[in-house]
Structures are given as structure tokens and as C-alpha cells.
């Protein structure tokens, strides 16, 4: 079982924020996880993932956006959501130091890390995780977006399901394209924003938390391989 660890960050501005580092005994890597624009850190999804993630060897520090920790309902402003992931980066980078970075988040958690990233490169961060990119509202098709994704220099991974009403994958596909060798795309068969599946499918949502863990892990391994090559 990892160990995990209550910890508090300000956020530029002076706010503080929770969040929870869980940490299993042979992490290799950290990842700096955010979540979703209608649930906290604590949402089952999120607490299921780094428990998943954590039995491949992903240690993650999930975190509270200030509107979220203060029991708003609106998600605060790009401005404070991407400030607030630059601060999570160096809270993690500090409570966990030595482990390889990567961060991302659920939907809007994801997107908001990507922003921060196209503003300017996270510190330590050598890849961005996507859960279910948002790449439209609901069933409202369109690109706008992902232009930010062509500024991050960051290796990217895409997890995305095939009912997911935020990301119509004939949209998506030529996105990741054109981003080349720093996109990769995972996709998951009739799994929704939420990696729910369909009873048809024959696979149960815990499964799938399995393989967005492990995927996660074998991606992280691949990009670090790539790394050290172009180092030496």
C-alpha cells in the first residue's frame, strides 16, 4: 500500500490549497495530477487512479484548484487554474525530490496543466497526461481549444475514450498528427469522458483504470528511454 501525506501549497496571490501525495515504496516516477471542473482531488475516479497508478510504480500528487477548496461551484479564471498548476509542480518537485515529473489531470485538470505548460515550460516536468482531453463543450464539436498544444514542448499522452461527448476523435486524431513524435493517442473502445463502459463492452471500469495506469507507466518509460538518448 503507498503512504499518503496531507499537504498544503499557496498558490500565487496568498491562497492555500490541499493536497495528498501518495507515494508507493518503489515509486519511479511523480505525477502531478489535477482534477476535473466538477469534482475534487477526492472524487472516486481520482482516488481509484492513484491507486491504480500506484501499483505500477506511479507515485501522485493530487491537488485542489482555490474554487474547489473554498466549495465554489465555478471554476476560478485560466489565470488562477494555471498558476495553481506551476504551484503544484514545485510543491510536488519539493515533497518528493529525486522523482521524475510528469503532470496532467482529469478533463478540464489536464487541459489547464497544458495551458501552463504552452505559457512556459513546467520545471522538471518531462511529460503531460491527459485523461479525457477536453477538446470541445459537450456534443459541440470544434478545435479551438488545442491550439495552445502546439506551444508545449513536453512529450503529451492522450487517454480518450470512443463515446467521449468533450473529444470527437475524428478531431483529435489529426491534432495528435500534427503535434508528430510529442503526441501519443490511447484510445479505449466504447469508454465515455468518464471511463465509463458500456456492459456490452465486457470490460468493467476497473479494468480500464488498470490500463489508463498502465499505459501511464509504460508511456513515462518510453519518453524517458527517448530522453536519455537525445542526451547523450
Request: net charge positive; glycine share 8%; aromatic share 6%.
Amino acid at each position: 500500500m503507498p503512504t499518503v501525506e496531507k499537504l498544503r501549497f499557496a498558490v500565487e496571490g496568498g491562497v492555500q490549497v490541499s493536497a495528498l501525495l501518495s507515494r508507493p515504496a518503489k515509486a519511479s516516477r511523480l505525477l502531478v495530477l489535477a482534477h476535473g471542473a466538477g469534482a475534487g482531488m477526492s472524487h472516486p475516479f481520482m482516488e481509484n487512479l492513484a491507486g491504480e497508478l500506484a501499483n505500477v510504480g506511479v507515485a501522485t500528487l493530487r491537488y485542489q484548484f482555490p474554487y474547489m477548496e473554498q466549495h465554489r461551484r465555478v471554476p476560478d479564471g485560466p489565470a488562477v487554474l494555471t498558476a495553481t498548476v506551476v504551484a503544484a509542480v514545485q510543491a510536488a518537485a519539493e515533497a518528493a525530490p529525486g522523482l521524475p515529473l510528469l503532470a496532467g489531470g482529469k478533463s478540464m485538470g489536464g487541459r489547464m496543466t497544458s495551458q501552463a505548460a504552452a505559457q512556459h515550460p513546467l520545471d522538471g516536468v518531462r511529460g503531460l497526461v491527459f485523461f479525457g482531453f477536453p477538446l470541445h463543450p459537450p456534443n459541440r464539436p470544434g478545435t479551438k481549444r488545442a491550439d495552445h498544444l502546439a506551444k508545449v514542448t513536453a512529450p503529451m499522452l492522450f487517454l480518450q475514450g470512443t463515446r467521449d461527448a468533450l473529444a470527437d476523435l475524428s478531431l483529435l486524431r489529426p491534432i495528435c498528427a500534427k503535434l508528430g513524435s510529442l503526441a501519443t493517442l490511447h484510445v479505449i473502445e466504447t469508454a465515455d469522458h468518464s471511463f465509463h463502459m458500456l456492459k456490452k463492452s465486457g470490460r468493467s471500469d476497473a479494468e480500464v483504470l488498470q490500463e489508463l495506469a498502465e499505459t501511464v507507466a509504460s508511456w513515462s518509460n518510453e519518453i524517458r528511454r527517448v530522453s536519455r538518448a537525445d542526451f547523450h
